[in-house]
């Protein structure tokens, strides 16, 4: 799909303004949300952040913007579990996942190489981040991931295995909780188990899966340029996956993408809200309550 898009866009076949706007954000803001770049590092201020180390936090440009506590969440999350992340604050740069999947391949692998560069420069060894999109885009180069070194994993991979029952204590629902694989986490890396396995540590709660999961699930409706250039499509998807997370009578959808989160969020409007969750936020409220 991708390929297709790009070819579209260089042989001048689609015109979609909404996406050129989102393109012109992009060369203009380093960022898909037509936000001045200075405000993407606002959410950090106080919080003492180096900007070199071995274990690197990319917060990238959605959860910067849309989502600055669930970034403050991330780092606490690490100094929890004995890690100092090292930040690079106003020096990040876009990963490109907007730019890839709206056809502008060259700006896309562009945005993805500086990032690598900067990476290096900060002497980082692992890069963590809770979007998906940006573990995808930097991920999607395995000559990049070979010439500098560097592994990149969004936070539920990094999780798996680190956090311990002494470490933890659950949260308690009464509710019956479902999770929502996002398509860039899902589809694209493969990533299913390891936030399902995150989820039941950090929950006491009975986890139900929706009828489409893993390979088979439904999209938010948030990325890939549709919310941006067909929001009434995107709403429809939305409200679609919302109905089938009422089918098995949850009421709260936990996921790992803040597309996902915004989308799932805004397509319900006045209808019967179901509560929509990051896993990070969950991850934070199971580890500050045993603090």
Wanted: with cysteine.
């Amino acid at each position: 799909m991708a390929n297709l898009r790009c070819a579209a866009t260089d042989s001048k076949k689609v015109d979609i303004s909404e996406h050129k706007e989102v393109l012109a954000s992009l060369r203009n803001y380093d960022n898909p949300w037509k936000v001045p770049r200075a405000q993407k590092s606002k959410w950090s201020k106080g919080l003492g952040l180096k900007p070199k180390g071995e274990v690197l936090f990319f917060a990238g440009c959605s959860t910067s913007l849309l989502f600055p506590e669930t970034a403050k969440k991330m780092v606490e999350i690490l100094r929890v579990l004995g890690m100092e992340p090292a930040y690079i604050g106003s020096k990040e740069k876009c990963c490109g996942s907007t730019a890839r999947k709206l056809g502008a391949f060259s700006i896309a692998r562009d945005k993805a190489e500086a990032c690598f560069r900067d990476f290096r420069n900060a002497g980082a060894k692992i890069v963590v981040t809770s979007c998906p999109g940006c573990s995808s885009a930097l991920n999607h180069y395995p000559d990049l991931i070979e010439e500098y070194g560097i592994d990149v994993s969004h936070i539920s991979q990094f999780l798996d295995g680190k956090l311990s029952h002494e470490s933890l204590s659950p949260v308690r629902l009464e509710c019956k909780v479902t999770y929502h694989d996002p398509c860039d986490l899902g589809r694209i890396q493969g990533i299913y188990e390891e936030p399902r396995h995150v989820l039941s540590q950090v929950l006491d709660a009975p986890i139900v899966e929706m009828g489409r999961s893993r390979r088979n699930s439904s999209c938010c409706g948030s990325g890939g340029g549709v919310k941006s250039g067909f929001p009434s499509l995107s709403e429809a998807i939305g409200a679609d996956r919302i109905d089938m997370a009422k089918s098995v009578g949850a009421e709260l959808i936990v996921t790992s993408c803040p597309w996902c989160v915004q989308g799932l969020r805004e397509c319900q409007k006045s209808r019967t809200k179901v509560q929509v969750k990051d896993l990070v936020d969950v991850v934070h409220e199971a580890l500050m309550r045993k603090e």
